[in-house]
Nanobody
Framework: QVQLVESGGGLVQTGGSLRLSCTAS????????MNWYRQIPGNQRELVASINIGGSINYADSVKDRFTISRDIQARTLYLEMASLKPEDAAVYYCKANILRKDYWGQGTQVTVSS
């Protein structure tokens, strides 16, 4: 059973930084892709960053040069380093992993950015 557990959310001031973690119950190299999404109430989930099995990385334009996605294979953990946070970055952040054409989601972690 694949499980993803996010952590690291919280309250931060504008311009601050946070690091989100997503720890998997399986070897993360089994996943074709791992992604970070975010969702504001009433809106669809937005893809923030992704990394594939080969290590190729993509970011949404809104977070380029501020957010960094990375992974620690030994720790079975995906990270999202967020810097220069803005009020519009506030959302629930979700980790998603894809394996064998099936998507798995974590429970989400809340990020709040005060102005």
């Amino acid at each position: 059973q694949v499980q993803l557990v996010e952590s690291g959310g919280g309250l931060v001031q504008t311009g601050g930084s946070l690091r989100l973690s997503c720890t998997a119950s399986v070897n993360i190299l089994e996943f074709n892709t791992m992604n970070w999404y975010r969702q504001i109430p009433g809106n669809q989930r937005e893809l923030v960053a992704s990394i594939n099995i080969g290590g190729s990385i993509n970011y949404a334009d809104s977070v380029k040069d501020r957010f960094t996605i990375s992974r620690d294979i030994q720790a079975r953990t995906l990270y999202l380093e967020m810097a220069s946070l803005k009020p519009e970055d506030a959302a629930v952040y979700y980790c998603k992993a894809n394996i064998l054409r099936k998507d798995y989601w974590g429970q989400g972690t809340q990020v709040t950015v005060s102005s």
